[in-house]
């Protein structure tokens, strides 16, 4: 299946998705993963099966449009099915939107399978977006398969008009496309891409950009080296 033209993904529900609960469900507990966060659990998980990627997949409300029940339960049964044909062994699981107004989405975690074949099977099933492992530190993150959408003007000035004063100003020098990643991440993290002056050490900060691209672990060195990267002079 071909990907939708002129297809684009709204900020606000690709800042559903990173706010989202994705769960594993093992034999005796659960593991719950969250977009941009690296987890030890699974980290243990995936050495246990000897395998350096998963991905997180769905066949659930193609294009996040809700469909009746059997309908969703009969595209999953057929990406189960898919999974068997490429060998790739699964862990079942669930999604579930942060504020669980959502009914929850039956889902599985592919253990060890390509990159490519993800966004194969995250096509065929009409999904917007899918999470990927593909870090040995179990760094989560989402991978999107069409562009964000850039609001219009007055989207980004109603946006701009909802942030603290003192952020205000910094988010009218940016242009459309920056606005529209800052419009995607968690609010926690607004102060700290609008005001990159600021940064502090001793804070622990995003392990990925607003483009939803990694940053690395959050070790001391690495914050340093990406301070001065950035261009602050001092570090104290």
């Known amino acids: 299946m071909t990907k939708a033209k002129n297809h684009d993904i709204s900020a606000a529900l690709i800042k559903a998705y990173r706010l989202a609960v994705y769960t594993i469900q093992l034999q005796e507990r659960e593991i719950v993963l969250q977009i941009g966060q690296t987890h030890r659990e699974l980290v243990q998980v995936m050495k246990e099966h000897e395998v ?73 099933y009409r ?38 004063l003192y952020l205000q100003h910094h988010a009218r020098s940016m242009t459309s496309a920056e606005l529209a990643w800052l419009m995607s991440v968690p609010d926690a993290e607004l102060e700290h891409w609008l005001l990159p002056e600021s940064w502090d050490l001793n804070i622990p900060w995003p392990l990925a950009r607003p483009d939803g691209s990694a940053m690395g672990v959050g070790t001391e060195l690495d914050r340093v080296f990406r301070l001065i990267h950035s261009g602050v002079q001092t570090l104290i």
């Open 127 to 164: 999904q917007n977006a899918f999470v990927w492992i593909g870090t040995n530190d179990g760094f989560v993150s989402l991978r999107l398969r069409y562009p964000i959408a850039i609001p219009t003007p007055n989207e980004a000035q109603q946006w701009i008009d909802l942030l603290p």
């Open 52 to 124: 350096s990627t998963a991905a997180f997949l769905t066949a659930y409300n193609p294009y996040s449009q809700v469909v009746s029940t059997l309908d969703n339960q009969s595209a999953q049964k057929q990406l189960l099915s898919d999974l068997a044909q490429l060998k790739i062994p699964f862990l079942l699981g669930k999604g579930q939107d942060i504020d669980r107004l959502w009914p929850e989405e039956t889902s599985v975690l592919a253990l060890g399978i390509r990159l490519q074949d993800a966004e194969i099977l995250a096509d065929r």
